[in-house]
């Protein structure tokens, strides 16, 4: 599928006066998708086909991502953005479901995973939940220097110079060595991250990475303390949350199921989406 065809093929639903991108298809239980930093559902495109054959599968641009709205007098906390899955999952009526998240969305994941903890009344009933790359312990997480500049003040000025070349730089070193990003994906990928002036509110988005350290004992439990079934599929190469990560989340989850793709990098749904198709595939026969 076309990114453009993507985007026509999505629908709206209003949050508080925002507007916020969403697609909705297939048969069977429900799977919610929850994307990464900088990018948007559209990571999701090479599974959307093949999971919409299993599943009824649900997906939205999050606040400040994609082709939803980007304010910039927003604070773009990770609470705020599972509001807003709460808000939308409670207009689709979907209160039971399995969750597949990448990077930015296993934070997100966490948050609802520590409300589901701490609340047995909590409105979201979670079935499963599969974590790709993600920087879900501040102790194995590298962030790229791009990143870290981004969360200074010279966020505000560095924004201003971003643009494909940046990405393109920064996708290099966090793909794998065998499967780079084309220089179509980097299109893509690029169009939707600048979609609505998004570059404005980048160094806001960033600011995720703080709330890991100041949440990361609450986040951390959260995955260990919740006999929610958990599977991570890492792209063993990825130098910001790779190998060494999934190392640490087999140390300290109990019963942990990781699968690790050797040459893999931060994107295994673009690099590799016929193995982590097989692989939640055969996760979700276990259940």
Avoid at 88 to 99: A, P
Avoid at 143 to 152: A, M
Wanted: glycine fraction near 6%; proline fraction near 4%.
């Amino acid at each position: 599928m076309k990114l453009e065809e993507w985007k026509k093929s999505g629908q709206y639903f209003n949050y508080n006066g925002y507007n916020i991108f969403y697609k909705e298809s297939g048969e069977g239980e429900p799977l919610i998708l929850i994307h990464g930093f900088p990018t948007s559902s559209w990571d999701w495109n090479k599974l959307w086909g093949t999971l919409i054959k299993k599943y009824k599968v649900y997906t939205i641009d999050m606040l400040g991502y994609g082709f939803s709205s980007k304010p910039v007098d927003y604070s773009y906390t990770i609470a705020s953005q599972v509001a807003l899955w709460e808000a939308f999952l409670e207009h689709k009526r979907v209160r039971t479901f399995h969750i597949l998240a990448h990077d930015y969305g296993d934070t997100v994941v966490q948050e609802m995973l520590a409300r589901y903890k701490e609340d047995s009344r909590y409105l979201l009933d979670i079935k499963s939940v599969c974590f790709l790359n993600g920087g879900m312990f501040p102790e194995t997480n590298f962030p790229t220097i791009t990143q870290k500049l981004l969360l200074t003040p010279m966020g505000s000025i560095l924004k201003l110079v971003m643009g494909r070349k940046t990405l393109a730089k920064n996708f290099k070193k966090i793909f794998g060595k065998n499967t780079q990003a084309s220089k179509k994906e980097i299109e893509e990928f690029w169009q939707v991250i600048a979609y609505n002036s998004g570059k404005n509110v980048i160094p806001k988005i960033i600011q995720y990475l703080k709330e890991r350290d100041k949440y990361k004992i609450r986040w951390r439990e959260a995955i260990q303390y919740t006999a929610i079934p958990k599977i991570l599929i890492n792209g063993g190469s990825d130098p910001i949350s790779g190998k060494h990560m999934a190392t640490f989340y087999q140390e300290i989850v109990p019963d942990a199921k990781v699968v690790i793709l050797e040459e893999i990098g931060h994107y295994p749904q673009t690099e590799a989406p016929q193995e982590v198709l097989f692989y939640y595939y055969k996760f979700r026969e276990e259940l």
